[in-house]
């Protein structure tokens, strides 16, 4: 399995960095005889989604310490707040009683989850219910102490959004030191090597914009060999809430859509413990429940959810929600119901 997860993210490395690839996988999906195969493949995939393993996301909090040009979060206008342990403790005896299946659990959202001070005891908790974790961060806030702790948990992977060759333009993307983010960075690589642990995965993650694209071999070059993985990914639409370079991203002009595997898999649960429609809903408009007050089983027959796979089983963009019409996946010629689920 490890050598068919390398190559698909070689594969994904390819797409977004390579033009020339980029054309060439796109004239292929275009075919007629691609979407006829891959519309039956998703038709007995979403059912077998149905009943998982599912994706966890769990915001923990909505604070973030950078302010990169290709993220929301600027303009996201619903309260800032650090996840409460009531609502934390929810989650864990709901994941317990009902014996939710989990693929992974990801500490994510649309903050930085190190400003929550109790991410890391939550993560403990999680390890503990031997469920696998990945953490993304910017890694500007991880200290030598929680970098010793990231790798002491066995944390499965940590994902560290990385956007920037040098501190110039690193500091205009992300808005944060990069000397400091490389030090922790290598400092958890290090510690890692020193201790003979194997985990975490350590994957470099960048959007491809225009403030990058000079360097973005350069880029490639520094941290491939160092970390497992090294991800770029062209820029993303987050439903219409950031503009992005029509150059450099996915077009939303095909009037063929797929569905987004997302709504099938996945369940994801914001600062307040709303469940929300997906990770791309950063305002938190499409709630589905509330952890507090819905089971997991209650947001698999929630309506709103029904309503949301149903367009999207139309395979037409008109068809989409206004937020689905303007945003990556559906576009993305419904690739992720080809991946293996380790790599989600
Ligand atoms: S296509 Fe719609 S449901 Fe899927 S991630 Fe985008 S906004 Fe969310």
């Known amino acids: 399995m490890k050598a068919k997860e390398n190559f698909i ?15 060439w996988a796109n004239r292929f999906a275009s075919s007629p005889l691609y979407f006829k195969w891959l519309k039956k493949r998703i038709a007995r995939q979403k059912e ?18 950078a302010r990169c040009l290709m993220c929301p979060h600027s303009i996201m206008k619903r309260s800032k707040t650090i996840m409460d342990n009531k609502t934390f403790s929810f989650i864990v005896k709901r994941i317990g009683q009902e014996n939710l299946p989990v693929n992974k ?34 890694a500007s806030l991880m200290t030598k102490e929680i970098a010793r702790k990231i790798v002491a948990l066995a944390i499965d992977e940590v994902n560290i959004s990385f956007n920037g060759t040098n501190p110039i333009e690193y500091q205009k993307i992300m808005g944060i030191d990069f000397a400091t983010t490389v030090d922790n960075i290598n400092y958890l690589i290090e510690w890692k090597r020193r201790v003979g642990s194997k985990k ?45 370079n029509p150059k450099l991203s996915i077009q939303n002009s095909s009037a063929k859509t797929y569905p987004c595997r997302s709504l099938w898999h ?31 089983a209650d947001i698999k027959k929630n309506a709103v959810l029904h309503r949301f796979r149903q367009a999207h089983l139309k395979y037409s963009r008109d068809a989409l929600p206004p937020m689905c019409q303007k945003c990556n996946f559906p576009y993305q010629d419904g690739v992720e119901w080809l991946l293996p689920r380790s790599v989600d």
């Open 105 to 138: 659990v990801f500490f994510s959202g649309m903050g930085e989850p190190l400003t929550d001070p109790n991410l890391l005891r939550r993560i403990e908790i999680m390890k503990k219910m031997g469920l696998p974790v990945r953490l993304y961060t910017n």
């Open 9 to 23: 993210r070689k594969a994904k490395l390819a797409y977004s960095s390579l033009p020339g690839v980029r054309k």
């Open 48 to 65: 077998k989604d149905k009943s998982g393993p599912f994706n966890l996301v769990i915001e923990t909090s909505n604070f973030c310490n």
């Open 266 to 296: 996945t369940f994801v649960i914001d600062s307040q413990g709303n469940f929300v429609i997906c990770c791309r809903d950063y305002e938190s408009k499409h709630i589905l429940g509330n952890i507090k007050t819905h089971t997991f």
């Open 200 to 244: 975490p995965f350590i994957q470099i993650s960048s959007i491809l914009i225009k403030e990058n694209k000079k360097n973005i071999k350069k880029h490639i070059q520094n941290w491939e060999g160092k970390v497992e993985s090294v991800t770029v990914s062209l820029a993303h639409q987050w439903g219409g809430g950031v503009k992005v």
